[in-house]
DNA sequence: TATAAATGATAGTTTTACTATTAAAGAAAA
DNA sequence: TTTTCTTTAATAGTAAAACTATCATTTATA
């Protein structure tokens, strides 16, 4: 699995490559850990150095920034979730089915436990949920997107677009509606946890399986009508 | 008009009162002026002081941090939008006239020129529209909701799900529903303006309408299917 | 006019987000 | 095996951010 993600992401996203080192690991590994557990408003590289036995000065020859290394973890989740789509959909015929599936993994109500990586996938997903809107919520979106910051996510929404395309050739807000979905399937999903007036999950521990009931109501009800 | 709005805001948003002073009311002004301008991480109280020729220590005493004064500038844009809504809707019999002219309010396409007030609601607007998902992405949710700083943002969402639900009764999900839109709108609005692939706004001085249309068509496709 | 409250001026602290320098360690090449 | 290159560690330092404290002064209020 490792050498079908990383050669994915854009190597622009890094100064030095991460994968490639037993430092660059431990950053990953550690950050993911680190940033679920204090937020990333909270998580600095000083505290990351001091977790995983190294300077701040060595994890900036990896990281432009702390910002730098979230849009990283992220765009290793689109990646990620783009692969396990690929992989559940490349034979399944029916678009309607293959979105489904589209949709439960990217609510990960659909986990893959499989293969598992060096790092922590769930933790990694609730950074994606709580974090994941700044990586584009900045000044510099403009500039970080005109190096190509964003490829995986946009990727990932291409897929869904054609699938959204092939359900219904006349649909005439494909980007939006997916990319609604995208960003509906992550703000549920926190409002469940922590605003639940807002959300339609009546059970916390399960809020996944209801945010993925109402996607599905949603989007199916949209193009089939 | 304010004197309909201002006592809507929880008082626990400030440490005293912005609008019962003059400096009070030129925080208020300016930090919108400057915050859209440069954005919310790049704005400091420090730049503030300057700006409005008072110092760090005196805003201090009217907002705890700069992030609840984020807080409160939001909270009174979803105040505004709940006063505007009301005004608008109150003698119209229709639900579903209702409902549209409430997206109409919320995407800012039918906009209220005449009350005009000491703020500048379009630069509110856009700031909303790039900055307030930060006022829950962080932390401190739990606790800033316990103290109810959310609390307008939950009334409008509230007002507009009453509306969803006399249009279907039997609707399952109209809270997700309907902060699902609250957010769409937003994002979409955003998408259009620095990742338009995805969004799909073609003329971007008009992304409003077309985030209008398709969340009109969204909602009214959801709820008569 | 006395008194309280709000503001301004000034200064100081801690933390963050870096950058720079030099030394040591490890890997690769000669 | 020595030389050389690259990576990391250690240390130090800077500028700015995010506050807090103190006290003088202005302004409002009783």
Redesign the pocket.
């Known amino acids: 699995m490792q050498s079908t993600l990383r050669p994915e992401l854009n190597d622009k996203l890094y100064l030095?490559d991460p994968q490639a080192?037993?430092?660059?690991r431990k950053i990953i590994g550690e950050s993911v850990r680190l940033i679920d557990e204090v937020g990333f408003e909270?998580f600095?590289?000083?505290k990351l150095a001091q977790h995983i036995?190294?300077?701040?000065?060595?994890l900036?020859?990896y990281f432009e920034?702390?910002?730098r290394l979230l849009v990283y973890l992220v765009s290793w989740h689109w990646a990620w979730l783009r692969y396990q789509i690929q992989y559940h959909t490349h034979n399944v015929p029916d678009p309607a089915v293959r979105l489904r599936t589209m949709l439960g993994i990217v609510t990960r109500a659909h986990q893959d436990h499989a293969a598992t990586t060096h790092l922590d996938e769930a933790a990694l997903y609730r950074i994606v949920v709580a974090e994941a809107s700044k990586t584009y919520l900045t000044r510099e979106v403009d500039a970080v997107n005109r190096d190509g910051f964003y490829r995986e996510y946009k990727l990932l929404a291409a897929d869904m677009v054609a699938v959204v395309l092939e359900i219904n050739p006349a649909f005439p807000y494909p980007h939006a509606l997916v990319s609604t979905v995208l960003e509906s399937a992550r703000k549920q999903l926190f409002f469940a946890q922590h605003l639940p007036s807002l959300a339609d999950a009546p059970d916390k521990a399960k809020a996944e399986d209801s945010v993925l009931l109402f996607l599905n109501h949603l989007v199916f009800a949209v193009l089939t009508n």
């Open positions: 030095r080192t037993d430092l660059g909270q600095t590289f000083k036995g190294s300077t701040e000065a060595s900036y020859r920034n702390k910002h």
